[in-house]
């Protein structure tokens, strides 16, 4: 291989000083969920970086080993620099996403024999160095080198601090060496100071490759000290498709023992880059940037409040960490789109929908809505552009649709909750629905990448298995069962908006009856554990294709592939027959019926959770703690919560239980700590027994603040098996004083209106069977009539 680094500055800088007051910041922790996922270990893939609330820099450091999916593990491995945008909690590929032109601090060697190449210079960190807070990471090297950084949306600050009696430090301005080694072509340029750089790189999650932009400033600047060696300030390498083998950039020198960086990024240009660094960090001030990026986060972190004297402190730590991750992403790349010209909103991260459609769009919409609303117009404005929702855009590029096209329960959301006040918000209505109904119709020509095959969906209505498309559109034809199951989905979140927003009834009916058509991947004679139907993928005649209802299953007796692949041999996608089976969150009371009645139901969901087939890290178990609530048992589902939270989760590194999968994990923890549960598409909530006495959930859209209130609570339910005699079991619901008549379910109307909730609990068991869900009854499903 070549090396390439060039270049020297000779520069003297100011320290800055940094102390700032805490308040909700404070009970962050950036590492839960920071160690391996090697050897068997929980790999929850957090980035423990700085950035600010949906930040499109995350700055960070990166690590020599994987797997590494956000750059950084909690481990002893070395470190190979600190780059400038990474992925925050994904899967997908293990060496990681972005990691791009990272920077390196060196010293006690001369410029001509610097080890600058990635395994050369890579260097341990000091036991214990690394710390973070929100917007601020620092760690120090065993060569006692600090390192500390501070962001803001598309810029920031990054500082080495080298130790004293050195004369000249150096650092490593890397051009080629992202997470993945996969630089395509690119350059770097230098003049009067300031380093400019472009590449191209292979995207996280997808077959595609995408462009970004980076600028570097170093303060104290004096271009009377600069000298280019050899005579040349840029390199430059021709895009090819092929990953480059050089490895290349600048080294520069300064005098100084402490050298701030100042850099942007973009998706558009180098000039582009560096006017959003001059935009974001205009005067260099460290105090300034650092204080904005607290303030940002103390906004939404403040959004839920508890009384922190009063609270568990490991419930605290667990919430506020848990919103903190729900909030980094997906990343607001507004005026970076570099596809099309638009006065909407753009976001990326989005990757992938499937991920985050069950719990984090549900949580930014009680909390966060008016950035919500900005994610959802960019989703709309993703099918202006090309025909269909997006579905997994990562580093701006499509990625694989791993089970519907789960944006679609994403606007059916926005629809219900927020349609009355879409204009407002700067979310178009009647585009949101049409981009719906698009999604719903039309097959585009590869619906492995977006949209759905609704040539096969709206022929036989379900998914065929072998099945030749006539139409000539293709895709990965696996999946089937699963894919099935949530095209159902989709179509409920069609006739939802189609209620929400006026729409005929034609269309209402139309997409409520093909939102109806999971019963067809319904095997009623397949008999497994006692317990007899379960989902199944069907040949195009109609006979089903039998796949072991435990296969993929944490306990599968036989390897099969549930993955993305063409391996995949079951129909269902990163889960067993046994856990989809309860997927139909418009309609489960269709499932108990099908699955033989109240008792019989709970009897199974019993024996999925002693059978071993829950998975806590794994989407499509999320609501099934909660799923007892159809059958009228809200007491097991309050017993249930507590056993998934207190068994799976931690305020330590392992404290996740798999990938954070761009913070669904995290959404889904607040609502457990806070006894809420969406119900998707739609504005009815379950209630459980949160693990707060008190919380207050603010809305920025209706300007209010909903206070809520557990009478009775009792420190000793909190754990995985409460004793007897805890009390935990939701005895009444009061609203604004008037008592609900439900204690299974709350509208989201009122979890946003304001006022006081009051939920009274007891340690009655007995009386809590006997209660069931009070008055109002079971839950709403679609086939007895609810969400009407």
């Given at each position: 291989m070549m090396d390439l680094f060039r270049g020297v500055l000779l520069l003297s800088v100011v320290a800055a000083s940094q102390v700032y007051g805490a308040n909700l910041t404070s009970l962050v922790d950036l590492f839960i969920g920071t160690s391996t996922a090697a050897n068997g270990g929980s790999g929850g893939n957090a980035f423990p970086g700085s950035a600010v609330p949906h930040a499109m820099a995350k700055v960070g450091i990166d690590v020599s080993t994987t797997p590494r999916q956000a750059g950084y593990i909690a481990d002893n491995s070395s470190i190979t620099g600190i780059s400038l945008m990474h992925d925050e909690g994904t899967g997908g590929n293990t060496a990681g996403g972005y990691g791009i032109f990272p920077l390196f601090p060196l010293t006690n060697c001369s410029f001509s024999e610097c080890p600058v190449r990635i395994g050369a210079r890579a260097a341990l960190r000091t036991a214990g160095a690394d710390a973070a807070s929100p917007g601020y990471f620092t760690t120090k090297f065993v060569n006692?080198?600090?390192?500390?950084?501070?962001?803001?949306?598309?810029?920031?600050?990054?500082?080495?601090?080298?130790?004293?009696?050195?004369?000249?430090?150096?650092?490593?301005?890397?051009?080629?060496?992202?997470?993945?080694?996969?630089?395509?072509?690119?350059?770097?340029?230098?003049?009067?100071?300031?380093?400019?750089?472009?590449?191209?790189?292979?995207?996280?999650?997808?077959?595609?490759?995408?462009?970004?932009?980076a600028c570097y400033d170093f303060s104290s600047y004096n271009p009377n000290n600069i000298v280019i060696t050899p005579n040349s300030s840029t390199v430059s390498f021709a895009f090819k498709s092929s990953v480059y083998p050089n490895q290349a950039g600048a080294l520069l020198s300064f005098g100084s023992s402490t050298v701030t960086a100042r850099f942007g990024i973009s998706m558009i240009s180098t000039d582009q880059a560096c006017a959003n660094a001059e935009e974001e960090v205009p005067t260099w001030n460290w105090d300034a940037a650092q204080a904005a990026s607290v303030s940002k986060w103390e906004d939404v972190l403040s959004r839920v409040q508890v009384d922190t004297d009063v609270e568990d402190p490991t419930v605290v730590e667990l919430l506020y960490s848990s919103l903190y991750r729900a909030f980094l992403i997906p990343a607001n790349l507004t005026d970076e789109n570099p596809y099309w010209d638009s006065p909407y909103p753009f976001y990326d991260a989005l990757f992938c929908s499937w991920d985050t459609f069950r719990t984090a769009h549900p949580l930014h919409s009680i909390i966060n809505p008016r950035t919500w609303a900005d994610i959802v117009s960019a989703y709309v404005d993703g099918?202006?552009?090309?025909?269909?929702?997006?579905?997994?855009?990562?580093?701006?590029?499509?990625?694989?649709?791993?089970?519907?096209?789960?944006?679609?329960?994403?606007?059916?959301?926005?629809?219900?909750?927020?349609?009355?006040?879409?204009?407002?918000?700067?979310?178009?209505?009647?585009?949101?629905?049409?981009?719906?109904?698009?999604?719903?119709?039309?097959?585009?020509?590869?619906?492995?990448?977006?949209?759905?095959?609704?040539?096969?969906?709206?022929?036989?209505g379900y998914i065929p298995t072998d099945w030749t498309d006539p139409s000539g559109s293709t895709g990965l034809p696996t999946r089937e069962a699963s894919r099935a199951l949530e095209y159902a989905l989709g179509d409920f979140a069609v006739r939802q908006a189609g209620l929400a927003l006026g729409k005929s009834s034609d269309d209402i009916a139309t997409y409520a009856n093909r939102s109806m058509n999971f019963v067809n991947m319904w095997d009623a004679n397949l008999t497994h554990d006692g317990f007899t139907g379960f989902a199944q993928r069907r040949y195009p005649n109609g006979t089903f294709a039998f796949s072991p209802p435990d296969a993929c299953s944490p306990v599968d007796p036989v390897p099969h592939s549930c993955a993305r692949g063409t391996d995949n041999n079951v129909g269902f996608y990163e889960s067993s027959s046994w856990e989809y089976s309860f997927f139909a969150p418009h309609s489960v009371a269709t499932l108990v019926e099908l699955m033989g009645g109240n008792d019989t139901f709970v009897d199974r969901v019993n024996h999925y959770f002693s059978a071993r087939y829950f998975l806590a890290g794994n989407e499509p178990s999320f609501a099934?703690?909660?799923?007892?609530?159809?059958?009228?048992?809200?007491?097991?589902?309050?017993?249930?919560?507590?056993?998934?939270?207190?068994?799976?989760?931690?305020?330590?590194?392992?404290?996740?239980?798999?990938?954070?999968?761009?913070?669904?994990?995290?959404?889904?923890?607040?609502?457990?700590?806070?006894?809420?549960?969406?119900?998707?598409?739609?504005?009815?909530?379950?209630?459980?027994?949160?693990?707060?006495?008190?919380?207050?959930?603010?809305?920025?859209?209706?300007?209010?603040?909903?206070k809520f209130v557990v009478n009775n609570f009792d420190s000793a339910s909190l754990s995985a098996a409460p004793p007897d005699g805890s009390r935990l079991y939701v005895k009444s619901v009061t609203i604004n004083g008037e008592q609900s008549s439900s204690v299974c379910v709350i509208d989201w109307h009122d979890v946003v209106g304001g006022g006081e909730i009051i939920l009274e609990v007891d340690s009655d068991a007995d009386a809590a069977r006997e209660r069931g869900c009070g008055e109002a009854g079971l839950p709403d499903s679609l086939e007895t009539g609810g969400f009407s």
């Open positions: 006692e080198i600090q390192l500390e950084t501070t962001s803001t949306r598309r810029a920031g600050l990054i500082r080495f601090t080298y130790p004293e009696g050195n004369s000249v430090n150096h650092v490593v301005v890397d051009l080629t060496n992202d997470l993945q080694r996969s630089f395509e072509g690119g350059g770097l340029s230098i003049a009067d100071g300031r380093v400019t750089l472009h590449g191209t790189f292979l995207q996280s999650y997808g077959t595609d490759n995408y462009t970004a932009y099918w202006r552009n090309t025909g269909y929702i997006p579905e997994c855009r990562a580093n701006t590029k499509a990625g694989y649709v791993q089970g519907g096209s789960d944006g679609m329960p994403i606007l059916g959301d926005f629809a219900v909750k927020y349609g009355s006040r879409a204009a407002e918000l700067g979310v178009v209505a009647d585009d949101l629905y049409q981009a719906l109904v698009d999604t719903a119709e039309n097959t585009p020509s590869d619906w492995y990448r977006v949209g759905r095959q609704n040539t096969a969906w709206k022929q036989f099934m703690p909660w799923i007892y609530h159809y059958a009228g048992r809200p007491d097991l589902s309050v017993l249930r919560v507590r056993q998934v939270v207190y068994e799976n989760f931690n305020t330590k590194i392992s404290g996740i239980p798999g990938n954070d999968d761009s913070g669904a994990m995290a959404a889904l923890l607040v609502f457990h700590i806070l006894g809420l549960y969406p119900v998707l598409s739609s504005t009815q909530m379950l209630i459980g027994s949160p693990l707060l006495s008190s919380f207050v959930l603010s809305n920025d859209a209706f300007g209010t603040s909903t």
